[in-house]
């Protein structure tokens, strides 16, 4: 017995070997096959990304992928392969080719499955199919018009005012600071959820981030973690060990949250005012499912971008003196009374609209590339096969000398008229072409309402000094900031 045994146990050692041997061989000629004979093989880049996903496991969970990509690029040049089937480029020229405007009848560069998610109705901001998001774009362009924005502009007013009276209030006349990269989210987060169904978040009244607010950012660290379980499916088993504490919890409430918002504000039809169901409605070109699914990419799209944006100006500004001492110049000096701030009055203040392209390019509000397929086309200047993974990297255009005079300061005269000859297409925080940014005036209008007014009503104060805000912000699909604290001395005695 004993012998047969032995047997058995010898046979099974011969087998487990045999079986590591097959694995080890399979991967030795596959990797010799995508460092050496595989198409992208002649682009640069890190030869672990070269013969695997687990690049970017490393790379997404060091939450600082685009400041590594850019330094990539500063080392091998405008492309890189950053994966066995991604390349990642950083040019003017490629932008444009693979975000512009396509002619007729050429193949569109389209996105990839980054942007799915697991609900399997698609939404605005993650639909492939040409066809679907052509129709859903078309259904909310309306909500997004010249027009509409006119009517919104009432509603931004109404929170940007109650937010001000807000900022006084919790933060005692300039006595106490507030963590400014939590407390922009209470305004945009309540003008985006009245614009998107009629009802605030009650952030600003309450003085708190709501608790879905908690949750849908924490949602965006899931969808990282999705796409990464579908890059690297290994990633399923040590996955639930990276997730915070009650992650599945949360995104069951927020669905459930999603569900119960977009379907009251669906029953309630025609309520007379103009919000994004609205418009949804009328045209009557979406299924009830089609509308539900786009409140999740509405409310984090339109809001999250956009405080994150008033954060990032905060921090240029009172890291700048000068530059705030000109743009305090420029709007206390244009009006005689805050009422006077409209979006019409704030669209000729040169110097605030320097300050917010100058903060957008420094920092811009999406830190990730965008990613897109190939469908076998010219990227400035090279040959990409059909089906390769294409991104311009997000922090490198902005800052790249060869665009740019001085080109890491931040300089917002560069944007009053001629600036410094820069090549301002260099930075696309909006992105651009098909599926460039659709909220892109309503952030404006939001951005230069609410940075006007606080810079007319107070004089503000960085209550934590710091050297560095920008790379201690993490990349988690979007930015993950560092706490902002700001002391906000009112002007006048209300
Ligand atoms: C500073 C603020 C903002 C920034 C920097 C920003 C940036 C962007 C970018 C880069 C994209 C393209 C994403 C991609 O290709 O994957 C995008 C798409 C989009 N944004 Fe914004 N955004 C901002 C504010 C807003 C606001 C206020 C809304 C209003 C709801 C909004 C709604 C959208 C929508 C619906 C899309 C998808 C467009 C499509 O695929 O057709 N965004 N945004």
Same mark, same amino acid.
């Given at each position: ?36 004979? @595989? ?10 990304? !070269?013969?695997?996903? $687990?690049?970017?496991?490393? =790379? ?33 020229? !490629? ?46 362009? @309306? ?7 006119? #009517?919104? #502009? &009432? ?26 990269? &939590? ?18 978040? =009650? ?33 399923? /088993? ?12 949360? $995104? ?67 890291? @700048? ?5 000109? /743009?305090? &110049?420029?709007?206390? =000096?244009?009006? *005689? ?8 009055? *704030? ?28 469908? =076998?086309?010219?990227?400035?200047? @090279? ?29 917002? #005269? ?48 960085? !209550?934590?000094?710091?050297? #560095? ?26």
């Amino acid at each position: 017995m004993p012998e047969i045994a032995g047997v058995h146990i010898a046979t099974a050692a011969v087998g487990a070997l045999a079986v590591t041997l097959s694995i080890v061989i399979y991967y030795t000629i596959q990797s010799v096959q995508l460092l050496f004979f @595989h198409p992208l093989s002649k682009y640069p880049g890190p030869k672990l990304a !070269a013969i695997s996903d $687990l690049w970017w496991v490393w =790379g997404l969970s060091t939450e600082r992928l685009p400041f590594i990509i850019r330094d990539l690029h500063k080392k091998h040049g405008d492309v890189v392969r950053v994966g066995p089937n991604d390349l990642s480029f950083a040019t003017v020229e !490629a932008y444009q080719d693979i975000h512009g405007h396509v002619s007729k009848g050429k193949a569109r560069f389209l996105k990839t499955e980054f942007y799915d998610n697991d609900d399997p109705t698609p939404r605005i901001t993650g639909a492939r199919d040409p066809e679907v998001h052509a129709r859903q774009r078309k259904a909310l362009s @309306h909500a997004f018009s010249a027009k509409s924005l006119r #009517e919104q #502009e &009432e509603i931004v007013q109404k929170y940007v005012d109650g937010f001000m009276g807000q900022l006084t209030r919790i933060g005692q006349n300039g006595k106490k600071a507030l963590n400014m990269s &939590e407390t922009f989210n209470w305004l945009t987060f309540d003008v985006i959820g009245d614009l998107a169904f009629g009802e605030s978040f =009650g952030g600003i009244e309450k003085g708190e981030t709501h608790i879905w607010v908690k949750i849908l950012l924490d949602s965006v660290l899931n969808a990282q973690m999705t796409f990464l379980r579908k890059k690297f499916p290994l990633m399923n /088993l040590i996955l639930p060990f990276m997730l915070p504490k009650g992650s599945d919890e949360n $995104l069951k409430t927020h669905r459930k949250f999603c569900k119960e918002k977009s379907q009251k504000r669906i029953q309630l039809g025609d309520t007379g005012r103009a919000d994004f169901f609205s418009h949804m409605l009328q045209r009557n070109t979406m299924s009830e499912k089609e509308m539900m699914s786009q409140t999740p990419s509405l409310i984090i799209a339109g809001s999250e971008t956009t405080a994150t944006s008033l954060s990032g100006t905060t921090w240029f500004l009172l890291k @700048h003196p000068e530059c705030m001492a000109k /743009l305090q &110049e420029e709007v206390r =000096g244009a009006f *005689t009374s805050v009422d006077e701030i409209t979006g019409d009055s *704030t669209v000729n203040l040169r110097y605030l609209h320097g300050v917010i392209e100058e903060s957008l390019r420094m920092f811009p509000p999406i830190p990730f590339s965008l990613p897109r397929h190939s469908p =076998g086309a010219v990227i400035d200047g @090279h040959y990409i096969p059909e089906g390769t993974v294409v991104a311009v990297a997000a922090m490198s255009l902005p800052r790249d000398p060869r665009y740019w005079q001085d080109a890491e300061s931040f300089r917002p #005269e560069r944007w009053v008229g001629d600036g410094f000859n820069d090549q301002k297409k260099a930075s696309q925080p909006f992105s651009t072409g098909p599926r460039g940014c659709l909220g892109i005036n309503l952030a404006y209008l939001e951005m230069r309402l609410t940075l006007a007014k606080l810079v007319w009503l107070y004089d503000w104060e960085l !209550a934590e000094p710091r050297d #560095e805000w920008v790379p201690d912000c993490k990349m988690r699909i979007l930015w993950k900031k560092p706490d902002l604290w700001i002391k906000y001395h009112p002007r006048f005695t209300i």
